[in-house]
């Protein structure tokens, strides 16, 4: 096997891209293809060596950008807004005066801004005081916009638009545990922080720390997944319309809860990974970063290029130096300030193709992956971040949410692949809802599933679910209610006789988990609630529900009540993850 990629235009020998791929020789007449893949990532890395001083300080961002307190006890704020014409900054600490306290320009589109300290030597920003830039734009507008490195963002009670807010308490808080090491054999809790509460409310870190990771670990899971943790203005969007892509969000609870809730899960030898979008971002102005310094562009492409017809939202440009530094920094910042172990990220379907996948149904042709459609710039972003988050971190673990079936995918960045470690079997579950939709039991066809649990890439992991939060969302049903329906609220009780219905769907339910789980990949992955067959859909409060937690929640009470058949999935389950 192939340890270390060379290139011929860069200087040094290629790969024997032959013994790269034992059972993959099919890739051959595209080594052309994977060999200017790598000289582009080998290109930009020497890039960023040469201009930054390595990946090391390049993604350390977050320690430059954004506000800071000076040794003196001032501050000093840098920002990055090439377009604007003037840049100001406001809040509480003047009294919220537009133009009263104005940014140096400095070159590349930078600013920058130092308030000394008050006449008491203390900080010119009060721990938890609000702030604002004010951008002038090429028009003379001033428009009010968010800092883009903001650590921690707060809803104003009258507008509900977030709002910047200064973290820096007086004491910092001090993770206890180390990082466990990874199992070879991941069993995934995907979790949701907001909904883990059984009551109609939105629940918070300390909640998920004290209530659910007990129940984790009971059932035998190892890793948590943590979604929605981003902050995002829309509850309902489900995390996936990012507005601070620094800021944990503040409907949970502050900063420290969330390292609390990382720490204990590491106390008890599980690790934690965080749902990571950077394959798009929220068309929010005044608390997000499209249209940032008065223009279009910015973070984003420009024009067509610049946005997701499908989602409603801004396609980073990842072309830009500013944007890889923000992209790569946000990453160490969620690894290094919170300890998260590793990343899932989100739609790279939609950062791999020009297309971004859509009504585009992949035939396995490898003329799709290797030719113009693939976008080579989100692609080398794609590779440089797997090879820095593996480089500061030899356990961090990724995983790609990626449905088109893109080869060498998770095969090491130094070997000519993107450097994931798991891809989600995303066929997997969509096929048991369409059997459970479409067939009757006598009529499946079970070489059929069987080739769907199996069919993967030699050589790159997979994780396997039977169903995610995606299957669970409004308008669709979890696998337990597409089985049993109705009668989850008549005759699930051990009290009352065992119907065909119920008895059908609790034996289906527990041979779909098992075969998957045995057949579908290398890990293992389960949604909140899923384990012990939690009945209906997913939908978060919203104007078209009247603002309803009813569905926004984990019904716990059903697998704690031992008159319930709830419990019989939930052991089952347990079984599973022990094996």
Same mark, same amino acid.
């Given at each position: 096997?192939?340890?270390?990629?060379?290139?011929?235009?860069?200087?040094?020998?290629?790969?024997?891209?032959?013994?790269?791929?034992?059972?993959?020789?099919?890739?051959?007449?595209?080594?052309?293809?994977?060999?200017?893949?790598?000289?582009?990532?080998?290109?930009?890395?020497?890039?960023?060596?040469?201009?930054?001083?390595?990946?090391?300080?390049?993604?350390?961002?977050?320690?430059?950008?954004?506000?800071?307190?000076?040794?003196?006890?001032?501050?000093?704020?840098?920002?990055?807004?090439?377009?604007?014409?003037?840049?100001?900054?406001?809040?509480?600490?003047?009294?919220?005066?537009?133009?009263?306290?104005?940014?140096?320009?400095?070159?590349?589109?930078?600013?920058?801004?130092?308030?000394?300290?008050?006449?008491?030597?203390? %900080?010119?920003?009060?721990?938890?005081?609000?702030?604002?830039?004010?951008?002038?734009?090429?028009?003379?507008?001033?428009?009010?916009? *968010?800092?883009?490195?903001?650590?921690?963002?707060?809803? %104003?009670?009258?507008?509900? *638009?977030?709002?910047?807010?200064?973290?820096?308490?007086?004491?910092?808080?001090?993770?206890?545990?180390?990082?466990?090491?990874?199992?070879?054999?991941?069993?995934?809790?995907?979790?949701?922080?907001?909904?883990?509460?059984?009551?109609?409310?939105?629940?918070?870190?300390?909640?998920?720390?004290?209530?659910?990771?007990?129940?984790?670990?009971?059932?035998?899971?190892? %890793?948590?997944?943590?979604?929605? *943790?981003?902050?995002?203005?829309?509850?309902?969007?489900?995390?996936?319309?990012?507005?601070?892509?620094?800021?944990?969000?503040?409907?949970?609870?502050?900063?420290?809860?969330?390292?609390?809730?990382?720490?204990?899960?590491?106390?008890? !030898?599980?690790?934690?990974?965080?749902?990571?979008?950077?394959?798009?971002?929220?068309?929010?102005?005044?608390?997000?970063?499209?249209?940032?310094?008065?223009?279009?562009?910015?973070?984003?492409?420009?024009?067509?290029?610049?946005?997701?017809?499908?989602?409603?939202?801004?396609?980073?440009?990842?072309?830009?130096?500013?944007?890889?530094?923000?992209?790569?920094?946000?990453?160490?910042?969620?690894?290094?300030?919170?300890?998260?172990?590793?990343?899932?990220?989100?739609?790279?379907?939609?950062?791999?193709?020009?297309?971004?996948?859509?009504?585009?149904?992949?035939?396995?042709?490898?003329?799709?992956?290797?030719?113009?459609?693939?976008?080579?710039?989100?692609?080398?972003?794609?590779?440089?971040?797997?090879?820095?988050?593996?480089?500061?971190?030899?356990?961090?673990?990724?995983?790609?949410?990626?449905?088109?079936?893109?080869?060498?995918?998770?095969?090491?960045?130094?070997?000519?692949?993107?450097?994931?470690?798991?891809?989600?079997?995303?066929? *997997?579950?969509?096929?048991?809802?369409?059997?459970?939709?479409?067939?009757?039991?006598?009529?499946?066809?079970?070489?059929?599933?069987?080739?769907?649990?199996?069919?993967?890439?030699?050589?790159?992991?997979?994780?396997?679910?039977?169903?995610?939060?995606?299957?669970?969302?409004?308008?669709?049903?979890?696998?337990?209610?597409?089985?049993?329906?109705?009668?989850?609220?008549?005759?699930?009780? %051990?009290?009352?006789?065992?119907?065909?219905?119920?008895?059908?769907?609790?034996?289906?339910?527990?041979?779909?988990?098992?075969?998957?789980?045995?057949? !579908?990949?290398?890990?293992?992955?389960?949604?909140?609630?899923?384990?012990?067959?939690?009945?209906?859909?997913?939908?978060?409060?919203?104007?078209?529900?009247?603002?309803?937690?009813?569905?926004?929640?984990?019904?716990?009470?059903?697998?704690?009540?031992?008159?319930?058949?709830?419990?019989?999935?939930?052991?089952?389950?347990?079984?599973?993850?022990?094996?």
């Amino acid at each position: 096997m192939a340890t270390k990629m060379d290139v011929d235009e860069a200087g040094s020998a290629p790969p024997d891209l032959n013994r790269l791929y034992d059972l993959d020789s099919y890739l051959k007449p595209f080594d052309k293809e994977i060999k200017r893949r790598y000289k582009c990532f080998v290109d930009l890395l020497e890039h960023i060596n040469q201009h930054e001083g390595g990946l090391e300080k390049f993604s350390r961002g977050y320690e430059h950008f954004g506000i800071h307190v000076t040794e003196d006890g001032g501050v000093v704020m840098r920002e990055w807004a090439p377009g604007a014409e003037e840049l100001y900054l406001m809040g509480d600490f003047n009294e919220w005066d537009k133009t009263s306290r104005s940014f140096k320009k400095l070159p590349f589109g930078k600013w920058e801004l130092v308030l000394p300290p008050k006449d008491d030597g203390s %900080c010119p920003l009060d721990h938890l005081s609000k702030y604002k830039l004010v951008v002038k734009d090429k028009h003379g507008h001033l428009l009010e916009r *968010i800092c883009p490195w903001a650590k921690y963002t707060i809803p %104003c009670n009258e507008t509900k *638009i977030y709002e910047a807010t200064f973290w820096n308490p007086p004491e910092k808080y001090v993770f206890q545990q180390p990082r466990p090491k990874p199992s070879p054999s991941l069993r995934i809790y995907e979790s949701h922080v907001g909904i883990s509460s059984w009551e109609g409310k939105v629940a918070d870190y300390k909640y998920f720390a004290y209530n659910v990771i007990p129940r984790i670990k009971k059932q035998g899971y190892n %890793c948590i997944q943590m979604m929605a *943790i981003m902050e995002h203005a829309y509850y309902a969007s489900f995390g996936y319309q990012v507005t601070s892509f620094f800021a944990a969000s503040s409907r949970y609870g502050p900063p420290d809860d969330l390292k609390l809730l990382i720490d204990m899960a590491h106390k008890e !030898g599980i690790t934690v990974l965080l749902d990571v979008v950077h394959s798009h971002a929220s068309t929010n102005t005044l608390d997000g970063l499209n249209q940032f310094d008065g223009t279009n562009a910015c973070f984003f492409h420009e024009g067509s290029r610049g946005t997701h017809d499908l989602w409603g939202s801004r396609c980073f440009d990842y072309t830009n130096w500013e944007v890889l530094r923000f992209l790569l920094s946000n990453l160490r910042w969620w690894m290094e300030e919170y300890q998260f172990d590793g990343f899932r990220f989100d739609g790279v379907t939609s950062m791999l193709y020009h297309s971004h996948g859509i009504a585009h149904g992949f035939s396995g042709d490898l003329g799709e992956y290797f030719g113009l459609p693939t976008d080579s710039e989100s692609i080398t972003y794609l590779m440089l971040a797997n090879h820095m988050l593996h480089e500061l971190n030899p356990n961090c673990i990724t995983i790609a949410e990626e449905v088109s079936g893109m080869p060498a995918l998770c095969r090491p960045v130094s070997e000519g692949g993107n450097g994931f470690d798991y891809r989600l079997g995303m066929a *997997i579950p969509d096929k048991w809802i369409k059997i459970l939709k479409e067939q009757k039991d006598e009529d499946w066809n079970i070489g059929d599933i069987v080739h769907t649990l199996i069919n993967r890439r030699h050589g790159e992991k997979t994780i396997a679910y039977a169903e995610s939060h995606d299957q669970a969302l409004v308008g669709d049903k979890t696998l337990a209610f597409w089985l049993m329906d109705a009668e989850m609220y008549t005759n699930m009780s %051990c009290m009352s006789e065992l119907t065909v219905t119920v008895d059908r769907g609790l034996a289906l339910h527990k041979m779909i988990r098992l075969i998957t789980n045995g057949l !579908g990949g290398e890990g293992w992955l389960n949604f909140i609630g899923n384990e012990f067959g939690h009945p209906e859909w997913l939908d978060f409060p919203r104007v078209g529900n009247n603002s309803s937690f009813h569905y926004a929640r984990r019904q716990w009470n059903l697998v704690d009540d031992e008159t319930l058949r709830y419990k019989f999935l939930n052991n089952f389950d347990r079984g599973l993850c022990e094996q």
